[in-house]
């Protein structure tokens, strides 16, 4: 923002669970400093931040809004992201990039999966945080309930209140600062503890403070701003942003004691360092979209330097050069073409030819190198496929797009089940997906349930014996391979099966063995029982014949094929599925419709325990119960819960699921065949 010196500037990132009142926030601070001339209201579909068709509809953010207001003589750069689990990718890119955060909770409702995701993230990398509990008006709230949640779970000496509420519910009227000389006696202890933190943010300020029990109020400002940076203090503002009381608190507390993006903020660095006071142009991408709505797009987090419009700069992520036409200052939807920015704004590219999400853009030499993002394992799978014949290509080409712009969508070809599978982090996430492809690619696409890639193994050993014999004409075939199979535990990371020639006497020349083993390991991938891969076995060969002129790899090849699925039938074969391990994060009361649920689908609970106020369950599920579970999490919850989960191994498929399991692979052989 021209005429706004860097220090003046802050970054920061809106951050929560769905619904604590984020956009509310930040339309009101739009709107308070002048930026937009009438109020955006996320109920009336005239937010500034949701501006996108889709999130209208339904009232929440999806995408991240990006936008700038100045704050007396200071200027905001903010991003208002999503709270809702299925769209955190996009929560995640922005929190990523941002100077601070500003966590934003309901007073009413407390810590959700939003909160927990956005504070472990900002912890990871100790960023600057601040805490806006809002909705204080909202009836029957507990505010003082959520206080004591949320200062035990992130730590009482850390997070203190540095204004009071006055009144709660219907009889809220606003804040009292905790550091005021009329602040009510209430606010007394918190005073005293405002004061320890900012006093052991620096030597000096902490022998003043002990010696004289006061400190000026520049020091005060100064010892503040260090220990916010450090992380040691996180200061706790309460508020409306429906009727805008305590905003202007927090708004002020943000100038006054928040970092400005000339000061060292801790990034997600990899390797080398980042200056920020450097001259040379260095900005990352935290945001890209290429859609029908807003075209082909970067959005750019400056770290240092001065970004200037009609320039050329070096994409050090690819190596490679980019032009610059139009420098663009975003407010949500709306663009202004600006000549420069500098460190801490968000500015918009168009059209870069080679550019996308988490490149960095500079004009000199970039020696720093950013971790990445740490997206959590998408929980929803589908397979997708194109509704008209022929339409792959352009079913791939959208996916490929669409993952450019969000990595939580993972792409995934299985080669055994030959499906297409998609997962992302949520059923409506999903939904919206379908809908993009259709508009933005113009491609129907399908949803089914994924085909579950199941094992076979054995119980028992097998012994079979197979002779492939075939006269026809001058040359034939021959060969005979005796086989034994027998269960065998493979090594950690090791083969999953082993082979053993025990052949005597030359009765299968050792020329032919190698092929007998490839036959072994090209029938296993088809087992006798699902068309699975048989897995945790040892084929032996023991015996065979063969004959001078008519034996081949072939023919040893097929015979030993023939040998492997007799011997299979005799080995007490027998079906495995894959057990997953599921973290279920979720308040407390719903624990008896949870677990109970877990029984439903074959589930067993292996611990519990309690982390900031939610109830922690883990949990063995086999995955064919898992792909219909976070829709059913969510409506259970009422979408306050979540989990993650890991495969941990194969285990035998109870009997009476075999045989349906065991018709459906005959239903889809046949259908294969047609
Ligand atoms: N009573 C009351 N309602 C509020 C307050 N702040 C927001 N709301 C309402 O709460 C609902 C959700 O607010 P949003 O601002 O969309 O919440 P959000 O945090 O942006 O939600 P996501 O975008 O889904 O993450 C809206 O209906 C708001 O009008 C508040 O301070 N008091
Ligand atoms: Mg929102």
């Known amino acids: 923002m021209k005429n706004c010196p860097a220090d003046k500037i802050r970054n920061f990132v809106l951050a929560g669970h769905a619904g604590a009142g984020k ?111 809002n909705g204080c008006d909202r009836d029957q709230v507990n505010i003082e309930g959520t206080l004591e949640n949320v200062t035990n779970s992130y730590g009482k000496t850390v997070c203190i209140p540095c204004t009071i509420p006055d009144g709660s519910a219907a009889t809220f009227k606003g804040v009292h600062s905790v550091l005021a000389d009329d602040a009510p006696a209430e606010a007394e202890d918190y005073k005293s503890a405002l004061m320890d933190a900012i006093a052991e943010s620096d030597e000096a300020l902490m022998e003043k403070y002990l010696e004289t029990m006061e400190l000026s109020a520049d020091e005060i400002a100064s ?14 503002f309460f508020g409306s942003a429906n009727k805008d009381l305590g905003v202007a608190e927090l708004a002020d507390a943000i100038l006054t004691f928040g970092p400005s993006p000339l000061e060292d903020i801790p990034m997600n660095i990899a390797e080398g360092e980042l200056d920020r006071k450097s001259p040379n142009a260095l900005g990352y991408v935290f945001k890209s979209v290429n859609d029908s709505f807003i075209g ?118 299985n080669p055994e089940t030959k499906q297409t599978i998609v997962s992302v982090m949520g059923d409506q996430y999903m939904n919206l997906m379908v809908a993009r492809l259709k508009k933005d690619f113009k491609v129907e696409v399908a949803l089914d349930t994924p085909r579950i890639a199941y094992r076979e193994t054995i119980n028992g050993t097998g012994t079979a014996q197979f002779r492939h014999k075939k006269q026809s004409g001058g040359h034939g075939q021959f060969a005979e391979v ?118 439903s689908r074959r589930g067993r609970i292996l611990g519990m325990e309690h982390q900031e106020g939610m109830q922690v369950l883990n949990a063995e599920v086999p995955l064919a119960e898992v792909y219909s579970y976070p829709t059913q999490l969510r409506s259970m919850t009422q979408g306050r819960g979540f989990f993650e989960m890991t495969f941990n191994r194969y285990d035998p498929v109870p009997a009476q699921l075999t045989a349906q399991i065991q018709a459906e692979a005959a239903k889809l052989d046949e259908e294969e065949e047609d």
């Open 23 to 133: 956009t509310t926030l930040a339309d009101l601070l739009l709107f308070k400093s002048g930026a937009v001339g009438r109020k955006g209201s996320v109920d009336n579909g005239t937010s500034v931040s949701d501006f996108r068709a889709e999130e209208q509809e339904r009232k929440n953010s999806i995408y991240t809004g990006i936008l700038h207001c100045p704050w007396k003589d200071g200027h905001f750069f903010f991003a208002d992201t999503p709270g809702n689990t299925d769209f955190c990718g996009e929560a995640m890119n922005a929190i990523n990039m941002c100077d601070m955060m500003i966590l934003v909770i309901d007073a009413m409702s407390g810590i959700g999966p939003g909160t927990i995701r956005a504070w472990n993230q900002a912890r990871d990398r100790n960023m600057p945080r601040m805490i806006f509990i």
């Open 223 to 236: 010892g503040f701003k260090k220990a916010v940076i450090a992380g040691t203090l996180v200061p706790i």
């Open 296 to 413: 082909q797009m970067n959005y750019i987090r400056i770290l240092s330097g001065t970004f200037k419009s009609d320039s050329e700069l070096t994409n050090a992520t690819k190596n490679s050069k980019e032009r610059v036409g139009n420098l663009l200052q975003v407010q949500g939807k709306d663009q202004a073409t600006i000549e420069e920015a500098g460190p801490g704004e968000f500015i918009a590219i168009a059209k870069l030819k080679n550019t996308g999400l988490n490149d960095v853009l500079a004009t000199g030499d970039v020696s720093v190198k950013f971790g990445p993002v740490k997206y959590p394992q998408s929980t929803t799978f589908y397979a997708v496929s194109a509704v008209a014949k022929g339409e792959e290509d352009k079913l791939g080409a959208g996916l490929k797009r669409l993952q450019d712009e969000d990595p939580t969508i993972v792409i995934d070809r």
């Open 482 to 599: 005796h086989l034994r199979l027998e269960p065998y535990t493979p090594e950690e990371g090791g083969e999953d099966f082993a082979f053993a020639n025990e052949v005597v006497g030359g009765n299968i020349p050792k020329n032919y063995i190698p092929a007998v083993e490839k036959g072994v390991g090209e029938t296993r991938l088809v087992g006798p029982l699902s068309r699975s891969k048989v897995i945790n076995f040892k084929a032996v060969v023991y015996d065979g014949k063969y004959h001078d002129v008519d034996s081949s790899e072939m023919a040893f090849k097929i015979a030993t094929r023939g040998a492997f699925r007799a011997a299979m039938a005799n080995a007490k074969p027998m079906l495995l599925e894959p057990i997953m391990t599921l973290k279920i994060v979720f308040p407390e009361e719903y624990m008896g419709a949870i677990s109970g649920d877990l029984n």
